[in-house]
């Protein structure tokens, strides 16, 4: 297998409709006639996925052969001739369209693809105006159901097999097919068995006509009436970029946006469907404030008084430590750091986290202790360049989807070695070579076993001497951690990935290891790289953290309890900052650590990502005097709150989320907010302005300058920079 | 596929087994030896059931739409139970052209099922078919293993008359 940058490209020159290329050779003819912007129609073509020829849409005349060829199977040759408009050429097409209307219904009106459909668009463009097949089309039972988002009629499908190369060779989930021959051909599933694979939404997408379409958005409206704006998805950490389609500021479907650095083009099923909440009746439209045990509608000019009323009271009567603030790790990076600065400095407590937490903390302490050209900080991009990669207890296909589809991309088409420990099979297991299986808890054993194998150039015989005392904690044998250990030695460009719930000690022993590796290669290697990174669960665990939402760190992992680093944030922000250690959200959560917290502000809703996983908010009221909790619903908290304050959701809302790979990616207002809801950020500058300290901040974009010039890692990020592919931190 | 097909469980007999692993053997991928296996599997299994498509899968390292896909594709794997006696007529051009179709009908008619079907004693199947390659002795159906040429009614009517009392 090639691998990209290490062999040089014989340039190919060729002319096409009369204008000559020099293109990389293997490049097929229909991508050189795009690289000129000359128009090939196509329908099987795909740019991410293996030439079939299915479809024969893309007929074009070349000199020298009697035959039209298919632009998209043939690769350019030196010299080459091709004319894609020639009265031939045209013709091919124009017959090709023909035949793939024989049995095609022209339901285009009750079509959801009808409006943005391929086959409709060339129709137009190359087809015939009349058919000389005047025999009946062939009539199918339909809809059939082939998985639980997805509905086929095969009376439109056109055979070009987009569905099947997409689930078997990007998706790694072979679940549909081509059932029978000919032209009794059908896309299919086995009996009793479903289209169910986690990506099964991406073939919607890419259908070329309207054969496969969504149950949810079916019949839903016509592409002119809709609007399609950026955004991005917040359902994991992986940050993919979509766009909402939009009617009347109704959230109608999610479709992919491409970005290379993040989603490749991709989205998973729980992206794609994961947007009902956002135009849900459940959505909060107005304050609520709890009046004889009930929680009764007031304006926001009311509840934001009465809340900062009662916080002024509670911190009159038990002091600032009193009053604790747990963020969602779904809040936008600037209202993550408005929510730290107003607890900080408003409220006087470093009583703030959020919640749920994993251990990113850890790594990024690690990496600032580190001198920095040791070990690289992953980005999604490594894994197009590894040769090994190492995930270390992570189920990134349960986890983070998308990522997922880049690992097997490496895997697969690239050849990248995939080692994997982990202590349950996973989607990934299947690619591993070798898969170190432990039994849970008891990860510490195979990384030790590794650091003597690489560090310390232990033999195969000592690893199994060692293994058997421990034949318990171990599923795998000694030549198979040997194996591993050889090989993550011997790699040049490796990627190792930690998963968010790891234990401390481990994450710490990964990161000594991987500095091993580096350390030994010596000068001799120096084209040798180890990305690590720790892959965090929700949408902006990365961001939160970095934003200080933390009881120990002020933004940018500046120790609360350093009088040093922690001036610079003094003299910004202009006010002594509280020196006491806070709780953790554990702590707080707890029945409020034995009365020691008062009053709660619970910032941030816990759908769409939060939800999914399998974390259980324990919120003890007791001792608790006042709750106050900003949600879009009516969630199990806020129905326990003393105040409860609508928020928007990110499709209502601007701001940044910072993605498991680091990136920083900005998303805007697509729809008006639902009710009289706000975002965090608002509600927190009304709620300070209140307690007589002026936040005004007129957008994200003051907040964020800001943040630029208080955390180092985003140092001179702001809106225009971000555009609309993001920024990716050093 | 009907229920009792999908209980129904399907194992290789032993000496099938030592087959299946010459093979394989053949094969840099396991998934080569599908249509081998298949063959193997409708020897024993007289069809491709669901439960003997599922463990071919399972035998190959495959889903069972990638089995599923193989065996719809072959007009020579058989989907359900065939009578002891499978007739596949050619009807493309050059048997047409000879009267493959009133052949058909006469056979549809005689022996009182459609294409595709199976006569209520499990002697006799009928299935069309492309090009069996023996156009210079066109009509042309192959029984079983058997090709039988230059057909009229009277030929018919005779092969089906010793193939009933066989």
Partial sequence: MDRAGEREFKSISLVIDGKAISVPEGTLVIEAARMLGIEIPYFCYHPKMDPVGACRMCLVETGGRAKLITACTTRVEEGMTISTDSISARKGQKDVLEFLLTNHPLDCPVCDKGGECPLQDNTYKYGPAVSRFTINKWGFKKPVELGPYILLDRE?????????????????????????????????????????????????????????????????????????????????????????????????????????????????????????????????????????????????????????????????????????????????????????????????????????????????????????????????????????????????????????????????????????????????????????????????????????????????????EEIKGEAEAASFSARLVYEAGMALSGSRRTVILLGNNLPDGLIHAMFDLASGIIGQSGEQRDDQWISLGLLMGHANSQGVLDMGLDPDYLPGYVRIDLDGPRARFETAWRYSLPRAKGLSADEMLNGGNNGAIRALFMMGSDQPSVQSSNNTLDLKREGIEFLLVSDITLSDKARMADVVFPSCTHAEKDGTFTNAGRRVQSFQKAIRPVGNSLSEWQILCNLAIEMGEPFNYLSVSDIMDEISTLVPSYKGINYPLLGDKGIQLP | MRE?????????????????????????????????????????????????????????????????????????????????????????????????????????????????????????????????????????????????????????????????SN
């Fill in chain 1, 156 to 464: 439109r499908c056109i055979m070009c097999m987009r569905c099947t190369r997409f689930s078997d060779e990007i998706a790694g989930h072979p679940q549909i097919g081509v059932i029978n021959s000919g032209r009794g051909s059908e896309i299919g599933v086995m009996h009793g068995q479903e289209f169910n694979s986690i990506f099964s939404g991406n073939t919607i997408e890419i259908c070329p006509v309207g054969a496969l379409t969504s149950k949810h958005f079916r019949f839903s409206g016509r592409p002119w009436e809709f609007k399609n704006r950026p955004g991005i998805c917040a359902n994991c950490a992986v940050g993919c970029n979509i766009n909402w389609t939009i009617r009347r500021h109704e959230i109608l479907r999610v479709l992919s946006r491409e970005n290379p650095d993040v989603d490749d083009g991709w989205l998973c099923d729980r992206g794609r469907f994961g947007y009902t909440h956002i135009n849900s009746p459940d959505r909060l439209t107005s304050p609520l404030i709890k009046r004889n045990g009930g929680l009764v509608p007031a304006g926001w000019d009311e509840a934001i008084s009465y809340a900062a009323q009662r916080l002024d009271e509670i911190t009159l009567k038990h002091g600032n430590e009193s009053i604790g603030g747990i963020g969602s790790p779904t809040l936008t990076n600037e209202e993550a750091y408005l929510f730290q600065k107003f607890m900080r400095k408003v409220v006087g407590s470093n009583n703030i986290d959020h919640w749920p937490k994993g251990n990113g903390a850890i790594i990024e302490k690690l990496f600032e202790g580190s001198s920095k050209n040791d070990l690289r900080r992953f980005a999604y991009s490594h894994l197009d360049e590894a040769d090994l990669i190492f995930l270390v207890g992570t189920d990134i296909s349960g986890e983070q989807p998308v990522l997922d589809l880049r690992l097997k991309k490496a895997v697969r088409k690239r050849g990248a070695r995939l080692i994997i420990l982990h202590h349950g099979k996973t989607d990934l297991t299947r690619y591993s070579s070798p898969w170190l299986k432990y039994k849970e808890g008891e990860e510490m054993l195979p990384i030790e076993l590794l650091k003597r194998i690489i560090l310390k150039g232990a033999k195969e015989e000592e690893i199994e």
């Fill in chain 2, 4 to 164: 009792d097909t999908l209980k129904m469980d399907f194992a290789f007999s032993e000496e099938a087994k030592r087959e299946i692993k010459e093979i394989m053997g053949h094969y840099p991928e396991k998934r080569s030896a599908l249509i081998p296996l298949l063959h193997l599997a409708q020897k024993e299994n007289g069809y491709l059931s669901e439960p003997v498509m599922r463990h071919v899968a399972e035998v190959l390292d495959l889903t069972p739409i990638q089995v599923y896909e193989v065996a719809t594709f072959y007009s020579m794997f058989h989907l359900k139970p065939v009578g002891k006696y499978l007739i596949q007529v050619c009807h493309n051009l050059s048997c047409s052209l000879m009267g493959a179709d009133s052949l058909i009908d006469y056979l549809k008619e005689k022996l009182g099922i459609d294409i595709g079907e199976t006569t209520p004693d499990n002697m006799f199947t009928i299935k069309t078919v492309e090009c069996l390659a023996s156009c210079g002795t066109a009509p042309v159906m192959q029984v079983n293993d058997d090709y039988h040429e230059n057909l009229t009614k009277e030929k018919v009517d005779a092969l089906i008359e010793r193939l009933r």
